[in-house]
């Protein structure tokens, strides 16, 4: 019979390594006998003797509750192996040991691969692997680092010995009470039938009849033990009868308690906390008094990079869609006969327009969602979430409702739904609420497009202070609502696990920045091309007879145009009192990303309607555009690299009397920004309806108030009647539309005082 | 009758309004996280208690699987539904990989 030994262990406690280690290049790796999960086999050669090693798979236990635990109980049973190697997480000792004690249980050889005690030895742990071996009845212990292959000769040295004298170890604890009676009865029982206790080590045996084991009971039922079966099954009703409770738990707890006690006994926890490098950092960004201006600062950095880097691809692919793709559209369209159709019309002002004018934005997306989950994976994300737990206790909310609103930063339906993870109903109620003023990804394209049209390179100045408006607004309602509506106890601080600090990993970065862009894009494909074409047919339609035909009517003069109109004058003392804002304002409602599609088919797909008049373009043209294409993306990417460098000057900068010169590429000369056809109508549409240039600018900033303030979108609006019931969900809609209104007539009235 | 402390963990989850982190259990039990963390898992592989994910489609996009933006959320357990059922509870085979 050939010399076999098993490797056993919890998912990533490092078994691979030991087992690779072990074996080198003799593997084999195969399934299991009829199932899915990889089976790794590796010769060992050991003192002229070949061993084989199997890598069974990462278990937490040896039930029979997954397919991985099935597989490993059944081979340490039915094959037999001479010797099972437990690797174990030194780091995380006592969840490790229930396998353990479960192996010993089964009565098998088994040795201790004590494995990453460097880290356990990192976070100050020590552990006795002498005293350990002692307490689980002679058991070696090994201690290794699988990963840089220390340890490996001893442990070798270890299944040598086991191999040639393999030893089973002995029950290191025994049952108490009834169950231990119980237990010792059904064992006595087990040993009297021959066949059985041939077959089966009958302790363990016992004990599963107890647990009533589905796999174990299922097997006995075929071998017709009825009269054991039967006994069992009164013992287990015996056990309840007397203790309340069933044997399996009984067993567990029992199980639980060995563990705790022997992880007591070979356990050195250091008596104060070893100061990590993560302490040490976290002694400055979650400081009392540092805490909060450092996270506001690497906010405002998220918010540059945001903004200033993705602005040369924002321009970019702004002209590809709006002017090259557009153009080919309509040359493409001409070409098949659709020329001066309203298909046409339709496609290229509705959709092209509409869905283009949003998708202009996707680079704005993938720079913020890119530095979010930069701060995620490095931990820091964590830390801001605990130092502005202090300010929400100050504010009357409780900690944990930070992390709804964190969610809300990229969308508000699952902030909504986040706050079910608050223990008091009027918390959750009220988080759902703030949540609602916390800036999404979708309102950030219309903070870029108002920013970037009235204030240039400071624009990212423009998104910073939005965001922390919509903190402030919702701590601010939080203050208001606790001292008034939801008068109550204080809350209690929010005890919280901060990770260790981490280089952030790019593939994870990437994976999560794709996973929210990808569901923007989906948004873009679904919502908004609905709402394009939907608006496109409203701004086709003319409002009367008198003011034109289908798809030959001013948009002013449309059914869309009539409506915006209607509601204008409301937005009259906010500075921006014009039927085009009115309207995208109206259109937000649906989705937020919809105000800036409503903006381009208002202000670009009319004007370009009128300009282009379906001109065809030579496959000469399409051969310059396509080049022209190509030569501005370059040309965008070493901008947005540029931009990317100049963060760190721009940062420094901040410190008054340092002045850091900022990189250029291609001179300033060069660096001339323009004024897209959207952001140029726009800027004159404000600045006419607001009287002038500087009141213009005024108008566009209590503009995007509104738009971070009022209703976030219909699907948000959905999500919190479906929580908090229709009632809680007109009152947000009245209140968040009652307090934009308020905050952008403010914004305006007052601003313009100073200008 | 004195609860063993594997129930007393159940009877907490049971007890809770809401999903509970291992860090607030840990310390209403007195005793260390890794502790818990096993006993967790023993109620989660018996279909008692899961890992509470929040929101999994919600609504606002067509993704499938988990929200992309709930990313800071720690984890958190619940009571599991009462139609929940242990995974394999008869020891039968499974074809599908990893199915805890």
């Known amino acids: 019979m050939p010399i076999t030994v098993a490797l056993a262990g919890n998912p990533n406690v490092g078994k691979s390594s030991i087992f690779n280690a072990l074996t080198g290049s003799h593997q084999h790796v195969g399934n299991w006998p009829g199932k899915t999960v990889e089976k790794k086999e590796g010769r060992l050669r050991l003192n002229d003797r070949d061993i084989l090693v199997v890598d069974l798979p990462g278990t937490y236990s040896l039930t029979a509750y997954s397919i991985e635990e099935i597989i490993a109980r059944d081979y340490i049973l039915n094959e037999h192996p001479t010797a099972v190697v ?169 199980r639980y308690t060995f563990i705790g006690d022997l992880a007591d006994a070979v356990l050195a926890r250091p008596s104060q906390a070893v100061v990590t490098t993560s302490d040490k950092i976290d002694r400055v960004v979650t400081h009392r008094v540092w805490g909060l201006p450092i996270f506001l600062l690497a906010m405002w950095v998220v918010f540059q990079i945001t903004a200033n880097v993705s602005a040369p691809l924002l321009d970019w692919v702004d002209g590809f869609v709006n002017e090259t793709l557009y153009g080919w559209a309509t040359a493409l369209l001409t070409a098949v006969g659709l020329g001066e159709t309203w298909l046409a019309a339709l496609v290229t002002d509705g959709v092209i327009v509409g869905v283009g004018g949003v998708l202009v934005f996707v680079p704005v997306l993938i720079f913020l969602y890119m530095a979010l989950a930069v701060l995620e994976d490095s931990g820091y994300m964590a830390r801001g979430a605990f130092v502005m737990d202090r300010v929400m206790r100050w ?211 009319a004007e370009e309607a009128t300009e282009e008049g379906g001109e065809a373009e030579s496959a000469a043209s399409f051969v310059d555009d396509a080049i022209g294409s190509v030569v501005g993306f370059v040309r965008a990417l070493a901008l947005t690299v540029q931009e990317a460098i100049n963060i760190v000057p721009r940062t420094v900068n901040l410190i008054p009397g340092l002045e850091v010169p900022e990189v250029s590429f291609f001179g300033e000369a060069e660096e001339e920004e323009s004024l897209t056809a959207l952001q140029t109508a726009l800027v004159a549409s404000f600045n006419a309806t607001a009287g002038s240039a500087q009141a213009g600018k005024v108008a566009a900033v209590a503009f995007t108030v509104f738009v971070l303030l009022y209703v976030p979108c219909m699907s948000a609006t959905a999500a919190m009647r479906h929580e908090f019931g229709s009632r809680w969900m007109w009152a947000q809609v009245g209140f968040t539309l009652s307090l934009a209104w308020l905050a952008a007539v403010l914004v305006f009235q007052v601003g313009r005082l100073f200008v | 009758m004195q609860q063993s402390t594997l129930r007393q963990v159940l009877t907490i989850f049971e007890t809770a309004t809401a999903p509970l982190s291992l860090s607030q259990v840990a310390r209403e039990l007195g005793i260390s996280v890794e502790r818990l963390e096993s006993m967790v898992q023993y109620w989660v592989r018996k279909g008692k208690l899961k890992e509470s994910v929040v929101s999994t489609e919600c609504g606002s996009c067509g993704q499938k699987g988990s929200c992309a933006f709930v990313v800071e959320m720690p984890h958190t357990y619940e009571l599991a539904d009462d139609n929940l059922i242990p995974l394999y509870p008869h020891g039968a085979a499974c074809c599908h990989k990893g199915g805890k």
């Open chain 1, 86 to 254: 437990a690797v174990i997480d030194a780091s995380n000792l006592e969840r490790n040991l229930y396998l353990v004690a479960q192996l010993v249980e089964m009565q098998v050889p088994v040795i201790i691969a004590l494995n990453m005690v460097d880290i356990a030895a990192s976070r100050g742990l020590k552990i006795n692997g002498k005293r350990l071996s002692e307490l689980l009845g002679g058991v070696p212990v090994v201690e290794t680092v699988g990963n840089r292959s220390l340890g490996l000769d001893r442990l070798k040295e270890a299944i040598r010995q086991a191999t040639d004298h393999p030893v089973q170890p002995s029950l290191p604890y025994r049952f108490r009470g009834v169950l231990g009676a119980e237990m010792d009865a059904l064992e006595a029982q087990i040993r009297a039938d021959k066949q059985l206790s041939g077959e089966y080590r009958p302790r363990w045996l016992a004990m599963k009849l107890l647990e009533a084991d589905s796999a174990v009971l299922s097997v006995l039922e075929l071998q017709g033990a009825t009269e054991l079966l039967e006994a069992a099954r009164r013992a287990r009703e015996r056990v309840e009868a007397a203790t309340g409770e069933d044997a399996e738990t009984l067993i567990a707890d029992q």
């Open chain 1, 395 to 605: 504010m009357g909310l409780h900690g944990k409702s930070f992390l709804p609103m964190i969610v809300g930063f990229g969308c508000t339906v699952p902030a909504v739904y986040a706050t079910r993870t608050l223990e008091n109903e009027r918390d959750r109620k009220l988080t759902g609420f703030l949540a609602t003023f916390m800036s999404c990804g979708a309102r950030l394209p219309v903070y870029v497009l108002v920013g970037t049209a009235f204030f240039g390179a400071a624009s990212g100045n423009l998104v910073f202070a939005m965001y922390l408006l919509g903190i402030v607004v919702a701590l601010a309602t939080a203050f208001a609502f606790k001292r008034t509506v939801y008068k109550g106890k204080p809350p209690t601080p929010f005890v919280m696990e901060l990770p260790p600090y981490r280089i952030p990993r790019p593939r994870d970065v990437w994976r999560s920045t794709w996973a929210r862009t990808r569901s923007f894009l989906v948004k873009a494909g679904t919502i908004i091309f609905t709402v394009s074409v939907v608006l496109w047919l409203l701004m086709a339609i003319p409002a009367s007879p008198g003011k034109g035909s289908f798809n030959d009517v001013a948009p002013e003069d449309s059914v869309f145009g009539l409506i915006s109109g209607a509601a204008a004058p409301v937005f009259q003392p906010a500075g921006f009192g014009n039927w085009q804002a009115a309207g995208s304002l109206i259109t937000g409602f649906l989705a937020k990303e919809v105000v800036v599609a409503t903006m381009n088919q208002i202000y670009v797909g």
